[in-house]
């Protein structure tokens, strides 16, 4: 059975073609939920030219469901079902050396994070060159390189000859996400499964990655796509499975799930959505009234603690150039003469795409990097620029705090949650049952309990983290905290529930906020202002609702037409 896929892997992609035929499908393991299932009863299919959308919260089962499909449930899962056929093959029979020939030969994987996929001792044109290798045989060196700048091209890589020669910390994060789908579709599978391939991307470089999806399915190929984001499901998705606590809940044409879903958890997903029409509202109590026609109704937020003050942050002309020993004249310019301020109880908003300046902004303001021009002021002293120091800032830092992205990666791994907690109080130098009233009621404050205090990190599941990093970042009642897409790796129900805690939190304390993000419906619902950086520079700023109704800038119109919409479907379904 070991050869089966082949010559599968080089045939055309015949049109309606059943790729994946699975009943009854169940997922456990013996030392996991008691022995219990984790996947229950999931019917699933696929056929070639077709998107296929699994969708839910995190811990649903989507990415366990997708993985058995290719042998990756793991070493000890135990997999059931009533028919589990891989291209009209019985798979429940399958050997490790059959699912080597089905990965990549017979179905490529593209994951989340290409930087953490692709080899970083390897050039992406040898990483492309091992599936060529392993599923097309014949091929002669100088023809398999050829192959490998044939697919990079496919899948938009200028200059290929010259990518394929750099490693995956060379490349820009889209350049990065594709390079790794030209590894997944080298020897022309017949199926892609596609795990939240969009989710840490931009929207510009998010719609060039689904152009890539959408090309494979003009081409014949099927598409497994698991993904958070109802609107790049509504958007490239012919069908769609919803999976809550490992059993499907709602399926079927994408236009049907997404307007007119029949369970509930479907329509909180929907209602859940955040947006312009949301702002000042409890995503998380939203909720559709059928007796008003479907209609969304949502709870207020509570009214903020105080009107837009004076300014706390200042950021006036600041620069980063990267000169690495190159004369001036020719150095990196992540920043060029960016302003901005912002002020008690609001909050500002920062968005564009990839390698804009964003992050270099934020590690400016908080003091993590010294600008090359200009400065910042912070609660009315300078904060950073030329000839301040980290002493100077010492008595401040605790007034200006940071929720990063990945919390995970920011935690120490070795300290439990009532260490980092602690260590956010450590300004405050309070005894030690004082430290421990307080961190008990700090995780009140963002939905947890004093059970948690014992946990490490890596026990916590993503929401969890991120109340943890935002229970920490308001421990030492700061007047400004910097979120860096706080969300962004968060699905839409765990992501409701934070917009709702910092609206909560920003509200009752009136700190004020910059929000970093490269999802436009998330900034349109927690920001006041709105700021557009585009290759280091301002190119607009203005009231929130004021630029996303009617941009100036070519370059805010280009971002607002990239981003997908919960109303547009790529074809009728």
């Known amino acids: 059975m070991s050869e089966i896929f082949t010559s599968e892997a080089s045939a055309p992609h ?54 058995s499909l290719i042998g990756l449930a793991g070493a000890h899962a135990r997999i059931g079902a009533q028919r589990f056929e891989i291209d009209g093959r019985a798979a429940l029979a399958f050997r490790e050396r059959d699912w080597r020939q089905v990965r990549g030969g017979f179905a490529g994987l593209v994951m989340q994070d290409a930087l953490v996929s692709l080899d970083p001792l390897r050039t992406v044109g040898r990483e492309i060159g091992e599936t060529l290798a392993r599923h097309v045989k014949g091929q002669s060196r100088a023809q398999r390189t050829a192959a490998v700048h ?39 599978p017949a199926l892609v499964i596609a795990d939240e391939p969009t989710t840490a991307l931009d929207v510009t470089v998010q719609a060039q990655v689904l152009a890539v999806l959408e090309a494979r399915l003009r081409a014949g190929v099927g598409v497994l796509l698991i993904s958070h ?59 559709f009234v059928e007796e008003r026609g479907g209609v969304i109704v949502r709870e207020p937020l509570p009214p903020r603690a105080r009107a837009v003050g004076g300014v706390v942050l200042s950021a006036q002309g600041i620069g980063k150039r990267y000169a690495h020993g190159r004369p001036d004249a020719n150095a990196f310019v992540a920043l060029d003469d960016v302003s901005f301020d912002v002020r008690e109880g609001e909050v500002l908003g920062i968005v564009g795409e990839s390698g804009s300046g964003k992050s270099t902004s934020a590690n400016i ?18 904060w950073n620029g030329a000839g301040v120091s980290e002493t100077q800032r010492g008595a401040r ?17 070795r300290h439990s949650v009532g260490r980092l907690l602690a260590d956010g109080l450590h300004s405050q130098r309070l005894a030690r049952r004082a430290v421990l009233e307080r961190s008990v009621t700090l995780l009140e404050q963002v939905g947890l309990d004093a059970s948690y205090l014992d946990r490490l990190p ?26 860096d897409e706080p969300v962004s790796a968060l699905d839409v129900y765990v992501q409701a529930q934070v917009l709702d805690l910092l609206g909560e939190l920003q509200a ?48 805010t119109k280009l971002l607002l037409r990239s981003a997908p919409d919960l109303r547009v479907q790529r074809r009728a379904a």
């Open 14 to 67: 015949v049109p309606g073609r059943t790729l994946v035929d699975v009943t009854g499908l169940s997922i456990g393991f013996d030392d996991v939920n008691g022995g219990r299932p984790l996947v229950r009863g999931v019917d699933l299919s696929i056929r070639a030219g077709e998107c296929v959308a699994l969708v839910g919260e995190s811990g649903s089962g989507k990415s366990l469901t997708a993985r």
């Open 150 to 188: 044939a697919v990079m091209r496919d899948v938009g890589i200028a200059q290929p000859e010259r990518r394929a020669a750099q490693y995956a910390h060379e490349l820009s994060g889209g350049l990065r996400q594709r390079a790794l789908i030209a590894s997944a579709i080298a020897a022309s």
């Open 229 to 287: 984001d109802l609107a790049v499901v509504a958007g490239i998705a012919d069908r769609v499975i919803v999976m809550h606590r490992g059993e499907v809940v709602d399926s079927g044409p994408t236009r049907d799930v997404l307007e007119r879903p029949t369970h509930p958890y479907t329509r909180q997903l929907l209602a859940a959505q955040p947006g312009a029409q949301s702002r000042g509202y409890r995503l998380g109590s939203a909720r």
């Open 365 to 382: 303001v908080l003091g993590l990097l010294a600008p090359t021009s200009g400065e910042v002021a912070f609660l009315g002293e300078r």
């Open 397 to 413: 830092r605790p007034l200006m705090r940071y929720i990063p992205q990945d919390p995970l990666s920011a935690f120490d791994p």
């Open 458 to 483: 890596v026990s916590l599941s993503g929401g969890q983290r991120q109340r943890i990093a935002i229970a920490r970042a308001i421990a030492s009642e700061p007047a400004l905290i910097v979120c």
């Open 508 to 555: 009752r304390s009136g700190t004020a906020l910059l929000f970093i993000s490269h999802d436009l419906d998330v900034v349109q619902h927690v920001s006041d202002r709105v700021l557009v950086l585009k290759d280091g520079r301002a190119v607009e700023t203005g009231a929130t609702a004021e630029v996303f109704a009617a941009p100036q800038a070519d370059y």
